[in-house]
Structure formats: C-alpha cells, structure tokens
C-alpha cells in the first residue's frame, strides 16, 4: 500500500518558495529522512536541475519506491538506507542537504549522527537545510508546538522537539554556519547552514566576516 502523510502535501509549496531560489545552483541534493517519498517526488518535479538522492531507514523504502515508480521522474534516485547514527555513512554524492520532519522525531544520538555525517558529506560552501517546529532560548514558539512536543514524549521519551541553539553548536561543530532562518506555516521553520570554506578562513584572518 501507497504511503501517505497529509502534512507532506500542507507543507511542500512553502518549503519550495525557499528551496528553489536556496538551490539554484545546486546540482546534486540528499534528503534525509524521505518517510513515505512524497516530498521526493513533489520537489524533484518541481526543482529538476537537482539530482534528489532519497534515503531512509530500511522499512521505509518500499513505500518510497511506490512513489517514486509512479513518477518515473529520471532526477529522483532509489532509497538509500541511511541511519544517521551510523559512522561513516555510505558515500554519497552531495553538494546540499535537506530534511524535513526529522529532528524531533530522532533521540539525541541521532541528531548529533545527522549534523556530524553532513559537515562530513558537504563539500565547500554546501547548504544544510532543516524543516519542522524548534524551541529558542529552551522555550516553545507556540501552544501548539508544546502539545505536539508532549504527544511525541508519550509515544517515545527520547525524542521531541529541539533546541535552536542545540543544533547550532552541532552545526558549528561539524563546520557549518547559520546563513538563514525562515519563518514557516504552522510554527515550522527552516534552518539552512552552510559549510566553511577556505575564503571563510581568509576573512577571519582579516578580521571580516561573511
């Protein structure tokens, strides 16, 4: 059976208004975390100058590759298994990175696999890109996001919502810097980071910064 998530389909034309003039020169893509295959098949349709290397945990992939084979889309590539918690990851060609709806839903272990796998993956200047709902300051950003971030305590203790300020310093740590943070629809938003490049050393050396 055709997996399905609505939220996939509330969510996907605000995450193109910032994905498509994000990557626009961005060739090739890996999604982390590519859950039932729609945003796959929805933003390879949409961004066909990307190469869109899907990838999930093993027991997804059947229902991605329904999505996928329906599409028939020649820029959208098999899943690959991908735990972010393993070390290293497979090799994968990658000049950007996105996920979506991922974060909360993974234990600490897995959020920090996630951030230390893609400073490794992205060469210079490669973009990170981060969808869903973050705390700031600790605090949530809405009541809704704390009731959400309740039921997702319940179902599992280990995961919930994260920490702006928790995924910046693993971002940092892994050589990446905060280029933007965009306010999103239901109390989402997306993060992008940036890999260091040798220029960013230069300037630093200067005193300038980006």
């Known amino acids: 059976m ?35 295959g ?25 229902g991605i590759r329904i999505w996928l084979a329906e599409a028939a889309l020649p820029n959208v590539l098999p899943p690959l298994a991908l735990d972010t918690r393993d070390h290293p990851w497979p090799e994968i060609e990658a000049d950007c990175v996105f996920s979506a709806n991922t974060a909360h839903i993974m234990d600490d272990e897995g959020v920090a696999g996630m951030f230390r796998g893609v400073g490794e993956l992205l060469p210079s200047n490669g973009l990170f890109l981060l969808y869903g709902p973050f705390n700031y300051g600790g605090r949530y950003t ?21 920490d702006f300020e928790t ?27 940036r890999k260091a490049s040798s220029e960013d050393g230069q300037k630093a050396g200067n005193g300038r910064t980006c």
């Open 2 to 36: 055709k997996p399905y998530a609505e939220s996939c389909d509330q969510n996907r034309e605000p995450i193109l208004e910032v994905l498509a003039p994000t990557l626009a020169s961005h060739r090739h893509l890996l999604e982390i975390g590519s859950g039932t």
């Open 38 to 62: 729609q945003h796959a098949v929805w933003f390879g349709r949409k961004l066909p100058h990307l190469t869109w290397q899907t990838s999930d945990l093993p027991e997804h992939h059947d």
């Open 142 to 162: 809405s009541d809704s996001n704390a009731r959400f971030d309740q039921w997702l305590r319940q179902r599992d203790p280990a995961s919930g919502i994260k």
């Open 167 to 193: 995924l910046d310093r693993l971002a940092r740590a892994a050589g990446m810097a905060l280029v933007a943070d965009h306010a999103m629809p239901a109390n989402n938003r997306t993060l992008c980071w």
